[in-house]
C-alpha cells in the first residue's frame, strides 16, 4: 500500500495553507488497527505466542507481572478481534492452549520492524547516557 504521511523525510507535506488531516479512509483503518493491538499486554501477548501455541500457565509465565485476570481479559480480546485462538482439550486436568491466527502472524513483519527500531533507539539512547 503506498500513502504519504509526510514522515518518509520527516517533513511535513503541508506548506502552511493546506489542510494536514489525514485520509479518513487511511485513518479509520489505523484506528481500527490499533485498537485492535492498544492494550498494555496485548503486543506482549502476541510476541509471546509468535513460537506457537502455549498453554495458560505458561504464557502467564513468560510475561512477567501480568495478572491472571488481565491475561483473561486480553486474550478474550483478541479472540474477539481474530487475532488469537483458543482450543480446549476435554482432558483431566483441562487443558487450555492459545494460538496465532493466520492474521495475527501477519505482524510478523511489523514485530521485526519494531525490534530493529528498538535496537537503534537502544543503542542511541546508550551512547548518549555515555556521553553524559
Avoid at 485498537?35 to 498453554?55: D, P, Q, S, T, Y
Avoid at 478481534?81 to 487443558?95: C, H, I, N, Q, Y
Wanted: glycine share 8%; hydrophobic share 45%; proline share 2%.
Amino acid at each position: 500500500m503506498d500513502f504519504e504521511t509526510g514522515m518518509e523525510n520527516l517533513t511535513s507535506v503541508c506548506d502552511g495553507d493546506c489542510d494536514c488531516s489525514p485520509d479518513a479512509a487511511l485513518f479509520a483503518d489505523f484506528k481500527r488497527a490499533i485498537h485492535a493491538l492498544g492494550g498494555k499486554w496485548k503486543l506482549e501477548i502476541l510476541f509471546a505466542l509468535m513460537n506457537g501455541a502455549v498453554r495458560f500457565g505458561a504464557l502467564r509465565r513468560s510475561i512477567g507481572g501480568i495478572t491472571q485476570h488481565m491475561l483473561t481479559t486480553q486474550l478474550r480480546e483478541l479472540e474477539q478481534d481474530g487475532l488469537v485462538s483458543r482450543t480446549v482439550f476435554a482432558e483431566k486436568p483441562l487443558r487450555v492452549e492459545y494460538e496465532l491466527t493466520d492474521a495475527a502472524y501477519g505482524l510478523l513483519p511489523a514485530f521485526k520492524e519494531i525490534l530493529s527500531w528498538s535496537r537503534l533507539y537502544g543503542d542511541a539512547r546508550l551512547a548518549a547516557s555515555q556521553q553524559a
